[in-house]
């Protein structure tokens, strides 16, 4: 059977979703060892990575009983689905990619400013850093109730936000190219679910109307 045909349409579309269905699972995985050794503590952050992994083994196993029952309403919700997906994850991605250093200190002092203290003192600790910017009489009182290390060899502290800025940088030029790159997988699953499903099964019967 030459590529193109309904073996070789199956054969990609079950190796596709296999490899979701081992990043959904590897994404489940690094969430739970994560929480297991301490290196995360937030819930939320937890949560949300299960979360993304649990709908990614979902969307998977549905494609990949779809391919492989030829099930024409698992392959039509399938291919919506990853439609929806690929739009969301291609806008966030060139989001990630676009977004500038001032628009990165905009969202940085609006998230840190919303943290509880026990998370911004988690942070500081893990960075060794204290405060955010200099730019804030809050800053004086983040300094004086910092606890990280740096405080105690030296009067002064690097400050958290230069930190961030240097990481979160670094962090979404990765995520920016990383979902690009997932988006058009996205893509390819949509169309070869359209492709299979347009196509005949040569052992059923040929008078059969698909």
């Known amino acids: 059977m030459v590529c193109g045909g309904f073996a070789c349409s199956k054969n990609a579309l079950c190796a596709l979703n296999v490899v979701y269905m081992l990043v959904g699972l590897l994404l489940i995985g690094v969430a739970a060892w994560g929480k297991g050794l301490g290196l995360v503590s937030s819930i939320h952050i937890i949560g949300g990575v299960i979360a993304v992994g649990v709908f990614l083994l979902l969307i998977a196993v549905a494609g990949l009983v779809g391919a492989v029952n030829h099930h024409q309403v698992l392959l039509f919700f399938y291919m919506i689905i990853l439609g929806l997906v690929f739009i969301f994850q291609f806008g966030i991605s060139c989001s990630c990619l676009a977004i500038n250093r001032s628009k990165q200190t ?23 850093c204290c405060g955010l910017f200099n730019l804030t009489t809050l800053y004086q009182q ?69």
Do not use: Y
Not at 106 to 128: G, H, P, Q, Y
Not at 144 to 166: D, N, P
């Open 106 to 128: 905009d969202v940085i002092n609006a998230s840190w400013w919303v943290m509880s203290n026990n998370t911004r003192d988690e942070l500081e600790r893990s960075f060794d």
């Open 142 to 210: 983040d300094f004086a109730f910092c606890t990280a290390i740096c405080k105690s060899r030296s009067s002064t502290c690097q400050m958290c936000g230069e930190k961030f800025l240097k990481h979160s940088d670094e962090a979404l030029k990765i995520l920016g190219g990383v979902g690009l790159f997932f988006s058009f997988t996205e893509i390819l699953g949509v169309w070869l679910a359209m492709r299979f499903r347009n196509q005949k099964d040569p052992r059923a019967n040929p008078s059969a109307f698909l």
